[in-house]
């Protein structure tokens, strides 16, 4: 089977491996897509800590179930099935060790995957393999953001920076749930592309660089309940300011870089909750799935790559030429 690696910091190579065989308990996936996400950038860059090296990137990725190994009982052959971002994440809280797939682990960039069974869940039916492997971890922050560490009810408003994998998931889960969208952009162009996912208010950041003053204006001058922060250095401490008494920052990305100052006063007195995310449980995931099936969601890709143009997805994915994700096919 084919897969890529990153061997150096910069260095992403296509090599071929022998096809992997599952142990007890692991379940072989034939991959059909995989999808990037902004951490995949990173770590190609050497920027995401220490890493091991060569990993295999990409936490996302989605393919059919085509053997089982001894003792398998929660999954059967030919189930359509994604990984789940931290493989000893099922339930309950965290554990002190993440094991994040394309990171920690070899990722879902190759034609064939080997997982423990514990490590994937079902897609729902309504998606195709493509929508099914953006999910693992921006779909699932942005759940956990809106609906676990906080609980986002309907009528109230979210604050949601950019046109990203976090952030148009987060925006198509708050209008699911009947909540007020404003939605920050740095390009117009963006905004047109992703009107119909049904924003009530899209801020231009380049045309109104003081975005503040009309989130306050559009909230009445109380700020937001909610903000699915990705900004970080730039962002955060102005988040902050437009939240309102006892709102919720979801602290999720760091943009624009992750050292923070900001008026701690202001937080107190205002008694505004920050919640550090850091994706989500199996349990999140598919507690997910079963809204995205009931609620007919799906995923906002804007351009489908084929295997062989991996480089290229990264490039695009880079160069933040796109809005909502980016998917590597394995069948084209
Ligand atoms: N903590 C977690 O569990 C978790 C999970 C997933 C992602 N993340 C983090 O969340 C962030 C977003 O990830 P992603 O995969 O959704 O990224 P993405 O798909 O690359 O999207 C990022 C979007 O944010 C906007 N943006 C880019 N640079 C910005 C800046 N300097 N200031 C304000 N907005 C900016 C852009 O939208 P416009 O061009 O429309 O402005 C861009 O499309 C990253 O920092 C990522 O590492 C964290």
């Not at 047109?192 to 231009?204: P, Q």
């Not at 380049?206 to 730039?234: I, K």
Request: proline share 6%; charged share 20%.
């Amino acid at each position: 089977m084919d897969c890529y690696e990153i061997t150096a910091p910069g260095t992403l190579v296509r090599k071929s491996r022998p096809d992997p065989r599952p142990g007890p308990g692991e379940v072989v996936l034939r991959m059909a897509a995989a999808s990037l996400n902004y951490r995949d950038i990173m770590i190609k860059n050497g920027k995401y800590g220490n890493m091991r090296l060569p990993v295999i990137p990409l936490s996302d990725g989605a393919g059919q179930v085509v053997a089982t190994g001894e003792g398998v009982t929660r999954i059967l052959v030919g189930d359509r099935v994604a990984g789940i971002f931290n493989q000893a994440w099922t339930g309950g809280p965290p554990p002190i060790h993440a094991r994040a797939l394309g990171g920690d682990m070899d990722g879902m960039l190759a034609q064939t995957v080997v997982l423990p069974e514990t490590g994937v869940v079902r897609l729902p039916d309504s998606l195709s393999f493509e929508e099914g492997a953006t999910l693992p971890c921006a779909a699932v922050t942005a759940w956990n953001a809106l609906f676990v560490s906080s609980r986002l009810t309907p009528g109230e408003t979210v604050l949601i920076i950019g046109t990203g994998g976090v952030s148009l998931f987060a925006l198509q889960f708050a209008k699911m749930a009947g909540a007020r969208v404003i939605l920050l952009s740095r390009s117009l162009e963006k905004i047109e592309r992703v009107r119909s996912l049904g924003a009530d208010h899209a801020i231009d950041t380049t045309l109104h660089p003081q975005w503040e003053e009309e989130v306050l204006e559009l909230t009445g001058g109380r700020g937001v309940d909610h903000v699915v922060e990705v900004g970080g250095a730039q962002t955060l401490p102005r988040s902050l300011s437009i939240t309102r008494h006892q709102g919720h920052v979801a602290v999720i990305g760091v943009l624009s870089g992750g050292e923070v100052r900001f008026p701690v006063f202001a937080l107190l007195a205002r008694q505004i909750r920050l919640s550090g995310i850091y994706v989500g449980s199996r349990d999140h995931f598919e507690a997910m799935n079963v809204a995205i099936g009931e609620n007919a969601l799906h995923p906002h890709i804007s351009r489908i790559f084929p295997f062989g143009e991996v480089p290229q997805a990264f490039r695009t994915m880079e160069a933040g030429d796109f809005v909502g994700k980016l998917v590597i096919s394995f069948d084209r």
